[in-house]
């Protein structure tokens, strides 16, 4: 939800100022909601079941293997934005939703390496 606040806000706010991009604004969203997502999943270790604790201890412990998941969904989803909307092509579009995953990939990356720092001074 919180992505496509932001994403509706940027949008409205570029259309206030005469540059309003829909392209962009679509490809925000779906970024912050696969980051949203990923960084809510490891955030805290110990709660829930046992097996909800074991996947988020091996999201901790392999953060770069975890973070493809959310850069996948992000790359998948922006494909046909890029498309269709912007209609750059198959190439282009290949290129942009490939590149705005790799972003996705090192931000949860980095961030789940913060997560795991934090999770290992409060034992």
């Given at each position: 939800?919180?992505?496509?606040?932001?994403?509706?806000?940027?949008?409205?706010?570029?259309?206030?100022?005469g540059g309003g991009d829909l392209v962009w604004a679509l490809g925000l969203?779906?970024?912050?909601?696969?980051?949203?997502?990923?960084?809510?999943?490891?955030?805290?270790?110990?709660?829930?079941?046992?097996?909800?604790?074991?996947?988020?201890?091996?999201?901790l412990q392999h953060p770069w293997k975890f973070a493809l998941l959310p850069?996948?969904?992000?790359a998948v989803l922006d494909y046909p934005v890029q498309l269709l909307i912007?209609?750059?092509?198959?190439?282009?579009?290949?290129?942009?939703?490939?590149?705005?995953?790799?972003?996705?990939?090192?931000?949860?990356?980095?961030?789940?390496?913060?997560?795991?720092?934090?999770?290992?001074?409060?034992?």
């Open positions: 939800m919180s992505g496509g606040v932001i994403s509706a806000t940027s949008y409205g706010f570029g259309l206030l100022t969203g779906i970024s912050l909601f696969a980051m949203v997502a990923a960084i809510g999943a490891v955030a805290k270790p110990e709660d829930g079941d046992r097996v909800t604790r074991q996947a988020r201890q091996w999201s850069a996948g969904i992000t912007d209609g750059e092509g198959v190439f282009g579009s290949a290129f942009d939703a490939l590149w705005r995953g790799a972003l996705v990939y090192l931000i949860t990356a980095i961030v789940t390496l913060t997560l795991q720092g934090r999770a290992r001074s409060s034992r």
